[in-house]
């Protein structure tokens, strides 16, 4: 299987470099100084107790790599205005792109460009962040990833997918429930994001005081509300079982959007925590806290002009 990975952070970085490593077809499509640094040495994957490089095809040019069996479309959402179009070269007549973007509408996005056919939509579960140009390190084991078609179908495809990710040591789930899986990663990813970002506070941190219990626990429920009423069930078993995987995320790990945050990056503000509140709306549900995380995260939505 030929796969591209558009976004090579820390999130398309890791599942990349895990996939080269197992002998998988890999190119990276990357750019700048981490596109320069894996075309001179390689990718390096941090872990727990260990580390390796990998030399892997990187470019940051679709046309000179031509159509691939997958395309993991892994870029920040913001992005997707220009790397939608973008990925076009990659994509031929059979080929499938796996959006493992945040949210719950990106399969939507490419869908309108390339057909609802060739989309299949996925949620990534992995901590990883770019430690310097060509490093990434991972920092929540081991990486999974949950996928699917939006019928619920277990497709030739989808089984196909599932074994080279689970070649290389990526725990895959081929979901008959695509829309629960990503609305049950919303469930925890939007008010750890969202939160933590505020308060420029690892989610792990936070929680632990009585005070950010008690308003993780409030921002879950709202998340449960919306998915609900958005046609997605949601119960207390889910409502618990988000709040225990924030509580056993490593002291200190930070979010995607925290990160950013912090280092004056544009955020993932709309699919993070805006989308929550849009949802919500259209389905009469009340969103207080995600709309006051939205209005306090908004001015820095677009980070620091040194940084864009």
């Not at 789930?173 to 990663?185: F, G, P, T």
């Not at 005070?211 to 618990?240: N, Y």
């Not at 259209?282 to 620091?304: A, R």
Request: aromatic share 6%; with cysteine.
């Amino acid at each position: 299987m030929k796969i591209a990975i558009m976004g090579a952070g820390g999130i398309g970085g890791c599942y990349g470099a895990l996939l080269a490593q197992a002998g998988a077809d890999v190119t990276l499509i990357a750019r700048g100084a981490h596109l320069a640094a894996i075309q001179q040495k390689g990718i390096k994957l941090i872990q727990q107790d260990s580390d390796f490089t990998v030399g892997v095809t990187a470019n940051d040019d679709p046309s000179q790599v031509g159509p691939v069996d997958l395309v993991i479309f892994a870029v920040k959402t913001y992005q997707n205005a220009e790397a939608i179009p973008f990925i076009k070269p990659l994509v031929g007549d059979d080929s499938t792109v796996l959006t493992i973007q945040n949210g719950v509408t990106s399969a939507e996005e490419i869908g309108r460009e390339y057909g609802d056919e060739r989309v299949l939509s996925g949620s990534a579960y992995v901590i990883s962040n770019i430690d310097s140009p060509g490093v990434v390190r991972q920092r929540s084991f081991p990486a999974r990833v949950a996928f699917g078609e939006s019928n619920g179908e277990l497709s030739k495809r989808g089984t196909l997918i599932q074994e080279a990710f689970s070649d290389a040591g990526i725990e895959a789930e081929l979901s008959e429930d695509i829309n629960r899986a990503l609305w049950l990663k919303a469930l925890y990813n939007s008010p750890a994001n969202g939160l933590a970002s505020a308060a420029r506070l690892a989610p792990k941190d936070l929680i632990e005081s009585a005070e950010g219990a008690s308003q993780f626990k409030l921002a879950i429920q709202e998340v449960a509300d919306v998915a609900t009423a958005f046609g997605v069930p949601m119960g207390e078993e889910d409502v618990q079982g988000a709040i225990d995987l924030i509580t056993k995320r490593p002291m200190g790990a930070r979010g995607s959007m925290q990160v950013d945050v912090e280092a004056g990056r544009r955020l993932e503000l709309e699919a993070m925590v805006g989308s929550i509140g849009q949802v919500g709306r259209k389905v009469n549900v009340p969103t207080p806290i995600f709309d006051v995380l939205y209005t306090v995260l908004l001015p820095h939505i677009n980070g620091n002009s040194q940084n864009d």
